[in-house]
Each structure stands twice: as C-alpha cells, then as structure tokens.
C-alpha cells in the first residue's frame, strides 16, 4: 500500500462565500478518494534482499552460469523492487555469491525456491 500526502487548497472552507465551516477538514483528519491511474504492463517484482548497489542483479543463465544484470527500479517497497529491465522467466539469486563473476558455474538445487549456490568454477 502506498502513503499519499493530499493538499487541500482551503481545508477550511474560508475561501468560500459565506465561510462554510460545516466540511471543514483538520489537520490529521483522513479523507477517502480515488486516485487514477494506470497499470504497468511487463513489470517483474523481486525480493530487495536481491538487489546489490541498487542496480545490479545476478541471475541464472543457460548452462547455469551466473549472469550479472544492470536493473532500472520503477518503484520499491519495504520488501521487493519493481523493474521492467528483466525477462519473465528469469532465475533470479536471491542467496550470497561471494565472488559474483560474469560466467561462474553455479549449482542450482531445487527445493522449492530455487536457491543458488556458488561451485567456484568459471566458465571455459
């Protein structure tokens, strides 16, 4: 959920002939309202724990070697960032790599969350 901050021009009704206060809106008083706004089509959500430096990811590429990705935010949370700098069916790492290089051997194990591991090889 997002927090929004409404200006309200004359939350007192001074403005108005005959100076209505009936309506009249308080500091710290809440207020209900629609906002508009449209969808984002192609947009990946991913756990922040994921992210490293604010624009990089690392991922799974064919032959289970690590690639390592440039990543736009459009939007974040307390828990996961949103990009659209990434493909649907990508295998994003999510646990440690201690030494992140662009074409090390990983070893994937499956157990549900797809958890990756470093094998220390690099790619020939």
């Given at each position: ?9 004359d ?11 009936k ?36 991922t ?13 935010i459009?939007w974040?949370d ?23 290089i662009e ?22």
């Amino acid at each position: 959920m997002a927090k929004v901050t409404a200006v309200i021009e004359d939350p007192l009704g001074f403005l108005k002939k005959g100076r209505r206060i009936k309506g009249a809106l308080l500091t710290g008083e809440y207020i209900s309202s629609v906002i508009r706004g449209s969808y984002l089509k192609g947009v990946t959500k991913i756990p922040s724990r994921a992210v490293h430096n604010r624009e990089t990811i690392y991922t799974v590429g064919p032959g289970d070697l690590l690639e390592i990705k440039k990543i736009k935010i459009l939007w974040q949370d307390e828990e996961h960032i949103y990009t659209k700098s990434l493909e649907t069916e990508a295998k994003v790492i999510v646990s440690h790599v201690a030494t992140p290089i662009e074409g090390l051997k990983l070893n994937v194990l499956d157990d549900g969350e797809k958890n990756i591991q470093q094998t220390g090889k690099e790619r020939p």
